[in-house]
């Protein structure tokens, strides 16, 4: 897992926290679009849906809580943009708790470096499905191909069903039959 270093002060400042405030705010992660609330949840392998709490952080540095208003959790979460950080974060949820293996056996090493790219690095997944012979291999229907071009949430919805295919067996990508090739 990737965890953000804070700074090396006393404080452990947020590295995107300026002095003007957040330089990232439009873009800042589900954990900092919550804040003052913390989000538990898990999505065991047999279920469809996921299992969530919430809970208040309270820290003496949140200003917030000293705001005369008052918020219903539901309220926050949709003021604050929530379903879809929530859904595709649920959906990556269902990856890294799984209880399926990866296995030990050749290749293992290549699915973490799969893992870490499809998850993390979007940018490099997405280089590696059109430079490589990833369609050659793998059924796509074309308007989902064109799609994966600049639609980053498609991509990281493909990446999901991508790591499942590559990491647990999961019938979520289609290989395409083998063609064979005559010589003279």
Known sequence: MIKLKMGQNEKKKCPFVSSDGCIIY?????????????????????????????????????????????WIIENWLKNEGMDEYNTMNDQWLEIITSQKTLGREKGYHQKIQMFFMASYNLDKFREFIFKSKFFERFKVEASLKERLLSDDVELMKFAFDWLKFSLFGEKTAQIRPQTSMKTD
Not at 50 to 69: A, M, P
Request: aromatic share 8%; charged share 35%; hydrophobic share 20%.
């Open 26 to 70: 439009e873009d800042r992660p589900g954990a900092c679009r919550i804040y003052p609330l913390g989000r538990a949840a898990t999505r065991p392998d047999s279920q469809r849906d996921t299992q969530e709490k919430y809970f208040i952080v309270n820290e003496d540095h949140c200003l917030g809580f000293q705001e005369n208003r008052e």
